[in-house]
């Protein structure tokens, strides 16, 4: 089910000048609690930003992290444009329209035995979720994360408590030096590979595993607009015709799609 709900802004934290992690309250708790407590990793909401006068269509942000109990939404926000900047300068107090949850999400239902979660950017906002999510499912996943720089990095504490992190960095200033498709951890007996950022890097990563044929999941970040499967301006050229992204994805099995 879809909600249509406002949150607050509870409280918001930068860890680069162009970046913010937001804390969002819903304003009715009992809607709120429900509508998080069904939100799954990897699914996305659609928010609507007001304060940008140049954005009409509500922009798509991963669900970062979710306490229902609390009603709390994390979402993590990179300034690409106009409304993402706003969202990165809102002042605490704002109150947003959030259509939530959208899409998909991971499917680790089958239990995978030795997960290994590989993220680069924005796309390492999502493994947040997913990692808890497989935790509370008794799964301990390997997650690597990629950056251009160690300040660049995000979420590595809370992902370091959630499965056993490797890091890489373009510049070597933490972990190995190099792109995360030539981590040594890449060379591990993984069971499932699910993975989230640059297309390149989703790309290669895909490559990689099918090479291994291991089953390897991608979130794909198409531009969308309405986010639930009306405007079909999300669409991606699969095996299987045109999909849209915002509804049969994000997430797809690489073997879907034509790469
Ligand atoms: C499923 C999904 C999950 C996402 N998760 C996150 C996230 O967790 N954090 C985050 O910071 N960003 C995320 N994004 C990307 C984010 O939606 C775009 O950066 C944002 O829409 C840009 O809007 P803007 O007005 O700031 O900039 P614009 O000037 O409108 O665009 C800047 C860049 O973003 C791309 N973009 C613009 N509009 C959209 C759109 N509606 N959908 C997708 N891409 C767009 C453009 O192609 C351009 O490259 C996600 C996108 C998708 C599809
Ligand atoms: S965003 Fe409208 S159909 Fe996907």
Sequence with gaps: MKYLLDFRLKEISHSSPDDAMLVLEAT?????RKALGEARPGQFVNIQVLRSHSTFL??????CDVDADRALLYLYVKNAGPSTAALCSAPVGETFSILMPL???????????RPLLIAGGVGIAPMLLTAKEMNKAGIRPGILIG???????????????AGELFISTDDGSLGEKGFVSQHSALGRPWTDIYCCGPLPMMKSIASIAAGRDIPCQVSLE???????GACLCCVEDTKEGNLC????GPVFDTKRLKW
Excluded: Q, W, Y
């Design 222 to 228: 198409n531009v969308m607009a309405c986010g639930v």
């Design 28 to 32: 009715d708790p009992v809607k709120g």
């Design 147 to 161: 950056a251009v720089s160690a300040d660049r990095l995000i979420l590595t504490r809370e992902l370091a408590e």
């Design 245 to 248: 992204v915002c509804k049969e």
């Design 58 to 63: 509500r922009r798509p942000i991963s669900i």
């Design 103 to 113: 899409g998909n999400g991971f499917d680790f239902s089958h239990r995978p035995e």
